[in-house]
Nanobody, 127 residues
Framework: QVQLVESGGGLVQAGGSLRLSCAASGRTFSNYAMGWFRQAPGKEREFRAAISWSGGNTWYADSVKGRFTISRGNAKNTVYLQMNSLKPEDTAVYYC????????????????????WGQGTQVTVSS
């Protein structure tokens, strides 16, 4: 079992920044690839970014490339999502997720491929 706890969400004006954190506990954190997803009301959970177990590979949704950066600190059992140039359309609940499967990059874009999920943190971007 892996427990994930997100933090860092909040209310920010358009153009601002937030840094989300996801603290993991349980099994060896460095054995897991990690992802960030978002879910807006009435919509499906949507991929934002993912990072490999070593941190050597990252993947992003097209809509966040150049604005969001995913990183991880295996010594701290934490994954981060730095979000810059935020837009009102970024408003959603953001979730981190973990999977122990080693696969090609496209695998990590699918929410169904992740086994463990956090409870989510609300991000609201005002115009």
């Amino acid at each position: 079992q892996v427990q994930l706890v997100e933090s860092g969400g909040g209310l920010v004006q358009a153009g601002g920044s937030l840094r989300l954190s996801c603290a993991a506990s349980g099994r060896t954190f460095s054995n897991y690839a990690m992802g960030w997803f978002r879910q807006a009301p009435g919509k499906e959970r949507e991929f934002r970014a993912a990072i490999s177990w070593s941190g050597g590979n990252t993947w992003y949704a097209d809509s966040v490339k150049g604005r969001f950066t995913i990183s991880r600190g295996n010594a701290k059992n934490t994954v981060y999502l730095q979000m810059n140039s935020l837009k009102p359309e970024d408003t959603a609940v953001y979730y981190c997720a973990a999977t122990s499967i080693y696969a090609s990059g496209s695998y990590y874009l699918e929410a169904a491929h992740y086994v463990y999920w956090g409870q989510g943190t609300q991000v609201t971007v005002s115009s």
